[in-house]
């Protein structure tokens, strides 16, 4: 029953692997969301789709790619992985881009550790 | 850009006492505020937000925030606080001038429950 559900919840990994986070939401919306949360806490959006098309990419490296499949699922794939590229990352997902009616869900978070 | 400031990283209070965690946002028009909680090891669950209307506004969990145009504040309040209230806070703000309708969060502010 969960809203937005993201796998794994915890992965761990040696740097310069390449490793995927899941996220998949059931509530019918367009738009979806990947956010980075460091040590420290600060969230900061990385991607937003909206109906599969990529709208917000954030300076992010183009290690990271995400892909959405269709509007129930964004993926996030990071390639060569890094040190700092360690942090807890965060899936949401809201009825559209347009208005303040559309409120952002959020997922568990995946942490993932870079050895 | 909109900003979003939280002064109190760490804010702690015995079982019972009020509440209040600050907020101040910076930005020209009429922004869109949240505030989000984040319970160790989970995602963000939404108490509250301010669109328009009554500057005071009801969340869940007992908690309220007003709207102070003047201060370019935001601030949460809870009247008696439960231990159960430990976690992480979070305002967060919408550009609803912006096309992105992006969230930007303030750094956090993390509340101990001394019972």
């Known amino acids: 029953d969960t809203a937005v559900s993201q796998t794994p919840k915890y992965l761990v990994t040696q740097m310069g692997n390449d490793k995927s986070i899941k996220c998949e939401q059931n509530?019918?919306?367009?738009?979806m969301y990947w956010y980075k949360q460091d040590s420290k806490k600060f969230l900061k959006i990385m991607f937003s789709y909206n109906n599969k098309e990529l709208i917000i990419n954030e300076t992010v490296p183009n290690r990271f790619s995400p892909k959405s499949p269709d509007k129930a699922h964004l993926n996030l794939h990071i390639n060569s992985l890094e040190l700092g590229d360690s942090a807890v990352y965060f899936c949401?997902?809201?009825?559209?881009?347009?208005?303040?009616?559309?409120?952002?869900?959020f997922g568990a978070g995946t942490r993932l550790s870079v050895l | 850009a909109q900003s979003v400031t939280q002064p109190d990283i760490h804010i702690t209070v015995s079982e019972g006492a009020s509440l209040e965690l600050r907020c101040n946002y910076s930005y020209g028009a009429t922004p869109y505020l949240f505030w989000y909680v984040q319970s160790p090891g989970q995602g963000l669950q939404l108490l509250l937000k301010y669109f328009s209307g009554d500057t005071l506004v009801q969340g869940i969990k007992g908690f309220e925030a007003e709207f102070k145009r003047s201060q370019s504040s935001f601030n949460l309040r809870k009247p008696s606080v439960h231990w159960s209230d430990a976690a992480e806070y979070f305002c967060a703000v919408v550009d609803s001038g912006a096309g992105s309708y992006q969230l930007t969060f303030g750094k956090g502010t993390k509340l101990s429950v001394i019972p």
């Open positions: 509530l019918g919306h367009d738009t």
């Open positions: 949401a997902s809201s009825l559209g881009l347009a208005g303040p009616e559309n409120i952002q869900y």
